[in-house]
């Protein structure tokens, strides 16, 4: 389903025929599009994470972006206490004072746990920097202090990095998701980059849209002549809809 929703959001946006669209990977893992001669929206960057229900697609016509979502059925069967030791190192002593601090009671504490999670995930998705990066170098805070707040930025090294925006949602009680946005001058080597123009001054730090577009797992299928019994749907359900809390729909998720 990732790979379906990555060639609807090209052929949405972009106006690209389907066996037109081509995607590549950086060395280090990230997905992109290769150039398309005189496609609208050059610099498109884009970044899929899937995890429990859900399967999120983002992307920004300038900027660096990355995603990731979390379920908490993933690590449902721990306390806090023991699944925190299996990441003691990735968090920087602040991050962990914040963490605990979501309790007292644990499912607030894990949640600031997965919140903290996401952030680092979709800060080194959207760099493409791979494994090689050590997440504790990545020290969140949350914008005015406000810990349960959905905007928040980063320190990397201990020195702020003004550029970057992180928006944190909760899809549903289950489900955790961040998108990361950062300015195209960090894009890695081997993608596409920004030309010498405006690209920069593009660059926003403030999201200009927080809106989920939620489609229905049937219907991307039928899109591309596929019916669901190809697929082993199952549990496996992609997306809500944030009004009837349905829950058998898929996300694509745009910041642009």
């Known amino acids: 389903m ?110 600031q746990f997965y ?42 090294d201990g020195i702020v990095a003004t550029e970057w925006q992180f928006f944190l949602h909760k899809l549903d009680p289950e489900h955790w998701v961040c998108v990361a946005t950062g300015p195209p001058s960090v894009r890695p080597s081997s993608a596409p980059a920004v030309a010498n123009n405006d690209g920069e001054s593009c660059h926003r730090t403030v999201f200009q849209s927080r809106s989920f577009t939620f489609l229905r797992v049937e219907d991307v299928l039928k899109e591309f002549g596929l019916q669901a019994a190809s697929y082993d749907c199952g549990e496996y359900r992609i997306g809500a809809d944030s009004e009837n809390e349905r829950r058998e729909s898929t996300a694509p998720l745009s910041s642009s």
């Open 115 to 156: 919140r903290h999670w996401c952030m680092k995930e979709a800060y080194v998705k959207a760099v493409g920097v791979g494994l090689g990066f050590e997440l504790h170098r990545a020290e969140f805070h949350y914008d005015k202090d406000m810990i349960w707040g959905d905007l928040a930025h980063v320190y990397i």
């Open 2 to 111: 990732s790979r379906l929703l990555q060639r609807k959001l090209f052929h949405d946006l972009l106006s690209i025929d389907y066996d037109s669209i081509r995607i590549e990977r950086t060395p280090t893992g990230k997905p992109y599009l290769v150039s398309v001669p005189n496609a609208r929206l050059p610099h498109l960057n884009f970044n899929v994470s899937h995890d429990g229900d859900y399967v999120v697609i983002v992307s920004d016509p300038v900027s660096l972006v990355g995603t990731d979502i979390i379920s908490r059925h993933s690590h449902s069967d721990l306390l806090p206490e023991k699944l925190f030791e299996n990441f003691t190192t990735y968090f920087t002593p602040f991050e962990w004072m914040i963490i605990r601090s979501g309790g007292p009671d644990s499912d607030s504490m894990l949640d």
